[in-house]
């Protein structure tokens, strides 16, 4: 099946640094990603909506300017989290929606902890 | 507005034992329905789906589900735990307004005591 790599798996940084997380799509093209985010004992809140070559689609609510999304190439998204706090510290996750029949994909996902 | 719930926070089984995890849907037209399941500190694992057909659809790890249309019902279900099943599970159904993005569940923690 598809597979999304999603990396790093987990990241310590300092507030006020910047930290990337990547998504792949592995053996199959992505023309739209998936950005969630997850709170300990929660569901999954989306927060973008990713499109390669235009910008993301945010939920309502996310920070467009903290959270930047680049979609820069089919196989390829990117979320930074700018000047991090300690609120962001949180659990993020990737997914490549299905088509058709298909089922979602979804990356191993990132642990932040900013202290 | 399209929606899922899992009206259990949390099931406790005794391993051995059949487990059913609850979920309930409200969507306009046909749904696409799915289970994943999550391990700590782990993405979301697809466990099972239902698109159109037989109403018992059955995927990974033993575990099956049963669509039942004039409940708007989509219950997951193992006919025998194992404790290793203790995971985070959530239902999803793929919103049909665009980019076949997901709708989740709160999730329904599962826990089986040996």
């Known amino acids: 099946g598809a597979v999304v790599s999603q990396h790093p798996s987990r990241v310590i940084c300092k507030s006020g640094t910047s930290v990337k997380i990547e998504c792949r799509s592995l053996d199959f093209q992505a023309t739209t990603m998936f950005w969630y985010r997850q709170f300990p004992k929660q569901s999954l809140m989306l927060m973008a909506t990713?499109?390669?070559?235009?910008?993301?689609?945010?939920e309502q609510g996310v920070e467009k300017d903290k959270f930047l999304i680049n979609h820069a190439s089919l196989t390829l998204s990117t979320l930074t989290v700018t000047s991090a706090h300690p609120e962001d510290s949180s659990f993020y996750i990737c997914?490549?929606?299905?088509?058709?029949?298909?089922?979602?994909?979804f990356g191993q996902g990132t642990r932040l902890t900013v202290v | 507005a399209q929606s899922v719930a899992q009206p259990e926070d949390q099931v406790n089984v005794a391993e051995g034992n059949p487990l059913t995890v609850k979920c309930t849907y409200s969507v306009s037209g046909n749904p696409y329905l799915f289970w994943y399941v999550q391990y700590p500190n782990r993405g979301l694992q697809f466990l099972l789906k239902y698109i159109t057909g037989d109403n018992l659809v059955k995927g990974s790890y033993g575990f099956e589900a049963e669509f039942n249309k004039s409940q708007t019902s989509f219950h997951l279900k193992k006919p025998s735990a194992l404790v290793s099943d203790s995971a985070l599970y959530f239902c999803a159904v793929r919103d049909t307004s665009g980019y076949n993005k997901l709708i989740f569940g709160a999730g329904t923690r599962l826990a089986v005591h040996p």
């Open positions: 997914s490549a929606p299905g088509q058709g029949a298909s089922e979602a994909f």
């Open positions: 990713s499109n390669e070559g235009s910008k993301a689609t945010y």
